[in-house]
């Protein structure tokens, strides 16, 4: 159930990220979430890792569910920056003795007060090889930013480090949240153009609230194209209104990607399966 492999199956399709519990308390709204959107039919999902490690057991425990309730090929998230090599080795042993073989490598955010020591994971072309190191199998992707890393002094660099992750091992690429497709464009040229080959999965939020955009873009540093900021500041306050113009949006966006040559999309879904339906729904003569 390699992602890798089974996406190259398919003309078009899209797959749709889920974030785990974070407590006990909220597991089993999230388990009935995820399932209800793998009930769609993805060609995968992911499910993300909990600042410093927090959610890993969820995370885990939500990949294994998925896939093995539902026969929804699962892709685990795993951030390095505040965990031991220790730690990561124990995480992988146990996404592989629940049967998940995708793992999205990621440095993850340092958090604050946290004090970086020499011991500690650095970049995540660390975690890549040591992920590689410790079973060969796993299939690994990577994140990329069209609107540059935060952290990064320039994009050059930026991509410059992607190589390198690349060429560590990744297996293909998923990128952070954008909203102008053509910023896509220029980036997909510049990877291609820097000779990094895998295949790269656009990433795509359905905005359907205000408050929802202004954390979005507080957290990944994307920009808005005026188109968008235009909807925003017409339907924003109308919450139908606004739900119904976000998923608007996404599905052009999704559209015009499929057109444009890209096979796979992957959605931020927020855990909410009546915005992933919807999408789906507007992409049903589309999709295989």
Same mark, same amino acid.
């Given at each position: ?213 202004? =954390? !979005? ?7 808005? $194209?005026?188109?968008? /900021?235009? #909807? %925003? &500041? ?28 890209? =096979? !796979? ?7 909410? $399966?009546?915005?992933? /339906?919807? #999408? %789906? &729904? ?7």
């Amino acid at each position: 159930m390699k992602i890798s492999e089974i996406v190259e199956k398919k003309r078009y399709s899209v797959s749709f990220e889920v974030f785990p519990p974070k407590t006990e308390d909220a597991r089993e709204g999230v388990t009935r979430a995820a399932r209800e959107i793998a009930a769609l039919g993805p060609v995968f999902m992911s499910v993300t890792y909990g600042a410093g490690g927090g959610t890993s057991e969820y995370t885990a425990e939500i990949a294994r569910d998925v896939q093995d309730v539902c026969g929804v090929p699962m892709m685990a998230h795993l951030t390095c920056i505040t965990s031991t090599r220790d730690r990561i080795r124990e995480q992988l042993a146990l996404l592989k003795s629940k049967g998940v073989e995708n793992v999205l490598a990621l440095r993850g955010d340092v958090p604050e007060g946290f004090e970086l020591r020499e011991q500690n994971y650095h970049h995540a072309i660390e975690l890549v090889r040591e992920i590689k190191a410790f079973d060969p199998g796993f299939c690994v992707a990577g994140a990329c930013y069209p609107d540059t890393h935060p952290d990064a002094p320039s994009q050059r660099e930026d991509i410059r480090r992607l190589k390198e992750k690349v060429d560590a091992g990744m297996d293909f690429l998923i990128t952070q949240m954008f909203f102008d497709n053509p910023v896509f464009y220029s980036y997909m040229y510049k990877l291609r153009e820097a000779g990094i080959a895998v295949p790269v999965h656009p990433g795509v939020m359905p905005i359907v609230n205000a408050k929802q955009m202004k =954390r !979005t873009l507080k957290l990944s540093g994307t920009t808005l $194209p005026e188109r968008f /900021r235009r #909807i %925003l &500041d017409t339907f924003g306050d109308t919450p139908d209104a606004m739900r119904q113009a976000g998923i608007a949006y996404a599905t052009d966006q999704i559209i015009d990607l499929f057109a444009n040559g890209i =096979r !796979t999309v992957h959605v931020y879904s927020m855990n909410n $399966p009546s915005v992933a /339906r919807a #999408i %789906l &729904d507007n992409l049903a003569g589309i999709l295989d």
